[in-house]
């Protein structure tokens, strides 16, 4: 029986207690409704991939074929999901994103922001009660 080797999806913070990064998790937490520390540090780490992508591009020549093809792909994932307007679909705008812009994107903060649901935290359960409902009409 083989073991399967899943990609990791967050990873913890250096130092553990630095009171300037704890204020700003707990303040994210907050304002986006997010069920835990491990929530803001898996959007913090696929920032980071991201972000170290563009760097390695950025690094290549301006007409590189890896870097025309592969700062394209990067460029349009993150104009698809809605985390970079079209205006700005270049890799030096990629580094300066933040992890509320991909935290904005999240549903359950739309839901919030249209008003569908009463609060952040209603958002959240609508969405779970969402999901679930659409399952059991799925069988």
């Given at each position: 029986?083989?073991?399967?080797?899943?990609?990791?999806?967050?990873?913890?913070?250096?130092?553990?207690?630095?009171?300037?990064?704890?204020?700003?998790?707990?303040?994210?937490?907050?304002?986006?409704?997010l069920r835990n520390k491990r929530e803001v540090w898996r959007v913090k780490y696929t920032l980071a991939k991201i972000r170290k992508a563009a760097r390695e591009?950025?690094?290549?020549?301006?007409?590189?074929?890896?870097?025309?093809?592969?700062?394209?792909?990067?460029?349009?994932?993150?104009?698809?999901?809605?985390?970079?307007?079209?205006?700005?679909?270049?890799?030096?705008?990629?580094?300066?994103?933040?992890?509320?812009?991909?935290?904005?994107?999240?549903?359950?903060?739309?839901?919030?922001?249209?008003?569908?649901?009463?609060?952040?935290?209603?958002?959240?359960?609508?969405?779970?009660?969402?999901?679930?409902?659409?399952?059991?009409?799925?069988?």
């Amino acid at each position: 029986m083989s073991h399967i080797v899943y990609s990791k999806t967050y990873t913890t913070p250096r130092r553990p207690f630095e009171k300037e990064r704890l204020d700003n998790e707990l303040k994210l937490i907050g304002e986006f409704g997010l069920r835990n520390k491990r929530e803001v540090w898996r959007v913090k780490y696929t920032l980071a991939k991201i972000r170290k992508a563009a760097r390695e591009l950025l690094t290549l020549e301006d007409k590189d074929p890896r870097r025309l093809f592969e700062g394209n792909a990067i460029l349009r994932r993150l104009v698809r999901i809605g985390v970079l307007d079209e205006s700005r679909m270049k890799l030096d705008y990629v580094l300066g994103l933040k992890t509320e812009d991909f935290l904005e994107r999240r549903l359950q903060t739309q839901v919030f922001k249209l008003g569908l649901a009463k609060s952040i935290h209603h958002a959240r359960v609508f969405n779970q009660t969402e999901a679930h409902q659409s399952s059991q009409t799925s069988r």
